[in-house]
Antibody, heavy 117, light 110 residues
Framework: QVQLVQSGAEVKKPGASVKLSCKAS????????IHWVRQAPGQGLEWMAI????????NFPQKFQGRITLTRDTSTSTVYMELSGLRSEDTGTYYC??????????WGQGALVTVSS | QTVVTQEPSLTVSPGGTVTLTCASS?????????PNWFQQKPGQAPRSLIY???NKHSWTPARFSGSLLGGKAALTLSGVQPEDEAEYYC??????????FGGGTKLTVL
């Protein structure tokens, strides 16, 4: 069965970086894009980025320019998302989701990131 | 900056019908925006219900349907059940791999 299993909760200080992982199983890793989506406490969903696991190509909104890095390891079917320059507004739950042909069907369980001094 | 707008909240009676909409600040939503709809319950990850305007997953209850309505994407629930109480989000595609979520609609079944 398809699964996206994310790494655990993180607590970081302002200005630090966090690197989250999303390990895929149950399907051919390189045939689905992986998205990252976050949700601040009590707020809505925010689309953060997309990576093509086959090519490594990435895209993300301008607001994350200079702060976000996406990588993948095809040998372990894992995607990584690193966010730097953390601030309190980055506190929230981070989800990965797979997508093919605009169908974002399976999601990870989410990882809580807390940014606090 | 592109804004996707949903009704902040809606209330429906059990067994009733309700339509949630998803509008784009760029103009009419068409099938080229590949609207997706997600359901999220407290403490859970979002669950995909509809993709590419009206396509359902094997797990999507038959009472959920997606469409385009008056220049917006729409999600209609017919014969609402108490377990449908949740937050619903739409997602639109803007080309160049860019996507934007709507602000969400809190659906209350009362």
């Amino acid at each position: 069965q398809v699964q996206l299993v994310q790494s655990g909760a993180e607590v970081k200080k302002p200005g630090a970086s966090v690197k989250l992982s999303c390990k895929a199983s149950g399907y051919t890793f390189t045939t689905y894009f992986i998205h990252w989506v976050r949700q601040a406490p009590g707020q809505g969903l925010e689309w953060m980025a997309i990576i093509n696991p086959s090519t490594g190509g990435i895209n993300f909104p301008q607001k994350f320019q200079g702060r976000i890095t996406l990588t993948r390891d095809t040998s372990t079917s894992t995607v990584y998302m690193e966010l730097s320059g953390l601030r309190s507004e980055d506190t929230g739950t981070y989800y990965c989701a797979r997508e093919n042909m605009w169908n974002h069907d399976y999601w990870g369980q989410g990882a809580l990131v807390t940014v606090s001094s | 900056q592109t804004v996707v707008t949903q009704e902040p909240s809606l209330t429906v009676s059990p067994g009733g019908t309700v339509t949630l909409t998803c509008a784009s600040s760029t103009g009419a939503v068409t099938s080229d925006y590949y609207p997706n709809w997600f359901q999220q319950k407290p403490g859970q990850a979002p669950r995909s219900l509809i993709y590419s305007t009206s396509n359902k997953h094997s797990w999507t209850p038959a009472r959920f349907s997606g469409s385009l309505l008056g220049g917006k994407a729409a999600l209609t629930l017919s014969g609402v059940q108490p377990e449908d109480e949740a937050e619903y989000y739409c997602l639109l595609y803007y080309g160049g791999d860019q996507r934007v979520f709507g602000g969400g609609t809190k659906l209350t079944v009362l």
